[in-house]
């Protein structure tokens, strides 16, 4: 034992301290990331992480990637130290999944690998039910380069998408296969949908109205009768987005309406012109908190069940944030009927066969904008 102990002193002593010192975690990107690109042919990665110890003089890192049969030199990594903590952001080309290497120029035997890791697409997915995993069948995608974003983490794109309110299905999946497919890059979703929710709960803080949605959770009567926003929704979307950080996702894709339109009670039923008003707050508001210039795609919704498959008033206001250039035209969604519903075509929600013509429609609008944005 002895022996053993002088062995493991001797080799401290002859090993640098620097060496000894030089180990690291890399905390961001993690697996499965996606950052969204800037230019056609490459996006920024930004780079967080840790040393394990002190590190006397500048610290030294390295990195390097391998995508398929290509890779990259081992090139320094111009880090801006924090104390034990680093950040960098570096460009890489569009496309993954990356394997990702990062060393220590002193200790070169230490290598953090994470992977995978892709420049690509991202987008921000809210609204109602038909937006947040209410579909009759769960979806997976069949590409491995299709993901979402959870709290802290991302993961494969498979139903329920992590961050929406139900436990079904969705569009996202074929949606971004199809996208996948037509960019060659990987794509991201950060879905914020929540159930039955009127454009009313939408609404920042504070925010009143004359008239209450159908469910009152989201919402507060005030002493003068007029009605508020608590503003959870609206917190929960600006959250998300700013995870994302500056310009961190290409667009929002916006599918809402059917709980402003012909409601039980017709209280609850929220005129057109205040329903254009209502959303073009919420999309102003989110531009202004995130300091830039947010595209917002904006469906047609107000579809309900056979018998009361359109608000001619909800429709046109949804259309008006198009004409006025507030919003992008999004999809028609109402004309998505029959056996696209569930239950054989009586309900809201959208069978398997519904899922994939609403990713399609959502793919129509926005592979075209898409290339033109790039170009």
Same mark, same amino acid.
């Given at each position: 034992?002895?022996?053993?102990?002088?062995l493991? *002193?001797?080799?401290? *002593? +002859?090993v640098?301290?620097?060496l000894?010192?030089?180990t %690291?975690?890399?905390?961001? !990107?993690?697996?499965h990331q996606?950052f969204?690109?800037?230019?056609?042919?490459?996006?920024m990665?930004h780079?967080? /992480?840790?040393?394990d110890d002190g590190l006397?003089?500048?610290?030294? +890192?390295?990195?390097?990637?391998?995508?398929?049969?290509q890779?990259?030199?081992?090139?320094?990594l111009?880090i801006?130290?924090?104390?034990?903590?680093?950040?960098v952001?570096?460009?890489?080309?569009a496309?993954g999944?990356?394997?990702?290497?990062?060393?220590?120029?002193q200790?070169?035997?230490y290598?953090?690998?994470?992977?995978?890791?892709?420049?690509?697409?991202?987008?921000?997915?809210? /609204?109602?039910s038909?937006s947040?995993?209410?579909g009759e069948?769960?979806?997976?995608?069949?590409?491995?380069r299709?993901v979402a974003?959870a709290?802290?983490?991302?993961?494969?794109?498979r139903?329920?998408?992590?961050g929406?309110?139900?436990?079904?299905?969705? %569009?996202m999946?074929?949606?971004?296969?199809a996208l996948a497919?037509?960019?060659?890059?990987?794509?991201?979703?950060? $879905?914020?949908?929540i159930g $039955?929710?009127s454009?009313r709960?939408?609404?920042?803080q504070?925010?009143?109205? !004359?008239e209450?949605?159908t469910?009152? /959770?989201?919402?507060r009567?005030?002493?003068?009768?007029?009605?508020?926003s608590?503003?959870e929704a609206f917190?929960? +979307?600006?959250a998300?987005m700013r995870?994302?950080?500056?310009?961190?996702?290409? $667009?929002?894709l916006?599918?809402?309406?059917e709980s402003?339109?012909n409601?039980?009670?017709?209280?609850c039923?929220l005129?057109?012109?205040?329903?254009?008003?209502?959303l073009?707050?919420?999309i102003?508001q989110?531009?202004?908190e995130?300091q830039?210039?947010?595209? *917002? %795609?904006v469906?047609?919704?107000?579809?309900?069940?056979?018998?009361d498959?359109?608000s001619?008033?909800?429709?046109r206001?949804?259309a008006?944030?198009?004409?006025?250039g507030?919003?992008?035209?999004? !999809?028609d969604?109402?004309?998505?009927?029959?056996?696209?519903?569930?239950?054989n075509?009586?309900?809201?929600?959208?069978?398997r066969? /519904?899922?994939?013509?609403?990713?399609?429609?959502?793919?129509q609008c +926005?592979l075209p *904008?898409?290339?033109?944005?790039?170009?």
């Amino acid at each position: 034992v002895e022996s053993l102990w002088i062995l493991s *002193w001797a080799c401290s *002593w +002859l090993v640098p301290e620097t060496l000894l010192s030089s180990t %690291f975690s890399v905390e961001s !990107p993690s697996p499965h990331q996606v950052f969204q690109r800037d230019r056609s042919d490459s996006g920024m990665m930004h780079v967080e /992480g840790i040393f394990d110890d002190g590190l006397d003089g500048r610290p030294a +890192l390295e990195w390097s990637w391998v995508m398929e049969a290509q890779s990259s030199e081992w090139k320094d990594l111009e880090i801006t130290p924090n104390g034990r903590r680093f950040s960098v952001s570096v460009r890489l080309p569009a496309g993954g999944w990356y394997l990702l290497r990062f060393r220590h120029s002193q200790n070169p035997e230490y290598i953090v690998e994470i992977h995978p890791v892709g420049i690509g697409e991202i987008f921000v997915v809210a /609204g109602q039910s038909n937006s947040a995993n209410h579909g009759e069948v769960s979806l997976a995608p069949l590409s491995d380069r299709v993901v979402a974003k959870a709290d802290q983490h991302w993961q494969l794109a498979r139903d329920p998408q992590p961050g929406a309110s139900g436990r079904g299905g969705s %569009f996202m999946p074929p949606l971004g296969d199809a996208l996948a497919q037509a960019l060659g890059v990987p794509i991201g979703f950060v $879905a914020c949908g929540i159930g $039955a929710t009127s454009v009313r709960e939408w609404l920042p803080q504070g925010d009143t109205f !004359p008239e209450p949605p159908t469910l009152l /959770g989201r919402v507060r009567q005030l002493e003068d009768g007029r009605w508020q926003s608590r503003g959870e929704a609206f917190e929960v +979307l600006m959250a998300r987005m700013r995870s994302m950080g500056p310009k961190g996702f290409r $667009a929002v894709l916006w599918h809402q309406g059917e709980s402003d339109a012909n409601q039980k009670d017709p209280r609850c039923t929220l005129p057109g012109n205040l329903y254009a008003q209502y959303l073009k707050r919420v999309i102003r508001q989110s531009q202004s908190e995130m300091q830039w210039a947010i595209p *917002w %795609f904006v469906a047609q919704a107000s579809y309900h069940v056979p018998g009361d498959e359109a608000s001619t008033d909800i429709r046109r206001a949804q259309a008006s944030l198009w004409k006025s250039g507030v919003a992008l035209q999004g !999809p028609d969604t109402d004309a998505l009927k029959g056996p696209l519903r569930e239950s054989n075509g009586q309900g809201v929600h959208f069978s398997r066969e /519904g899922l994939h013509a609403h990713a399609a429609a959502w793919a129509q609008c +926005l592979l075209p *904008w898409i290339q033109s944005t790039l170009n």
